[in-house]
């Protein structure tokens, strides 16, 4: 018999659910993009309808917890837990958004490393919910999390390094800008991902 470790009410966990699922595919077009660099305007469209998407559900778990007295978990997580998957999903907007109105020529090495990094980490998490209710797991994928998020970090440091010792002309210092910009957007994707293990991680140990 499966145990749960919270109450009946599991409008929420459909909800977060529903939330990662929704967030996963927001990554999985954006690695698409990178990926298969072409129509690059309508794969950024289709992104931020994603994204508004996510909006929509976050929204729809902010109703309920206002119209809930009794919450399976504590009421902050569940804000901070909506209000994290919808900030990496906005993270990955953003990136989209910037390499469509920058008119990014073509992805770089570094790119397609931090986005598949971020992937990984969106995996995690979807993974991690999925088994949120009976906790099976769900320290491990926090933890994958956390590496990833390091990896995040280096690969971001090492590239943005590498920009400035490549640009020697002044012409160069847009294209400097440009990417310095998106990298930053993936890195802080990936910071996100980590703030979203950090809450889950936080709701174990009080369920614990």
Known sequence: MKFHFFPRDQKFFALFRQDAANLKLGVQALKELVENYEDVERKYQHIKDIEHQGDMITHEIFVKLRETFITPIDREDIHGLASGLDDVLDCVEGVASRMNYFKVPRPTPEMKKLVDIISQAVHQISEAIENFESLSRVDAFCKQINILEYEADVVCREA?????????????????????????????????????????????????
């Open 160 to 208: 943005i390094a590498d920009l400035f010792e490549k640009t020697e002309k002044v012409e160069q210092l847009k294209d400097l800008i440009k990417l310095k910009e998106i990298y930053g957007r993936l890195e802080i994707a990936a910071d996100r991902c980590e703030d979203v293990a950090n809450i889950i991680e936080g709701i174990i140990v009080k369920t614990s």
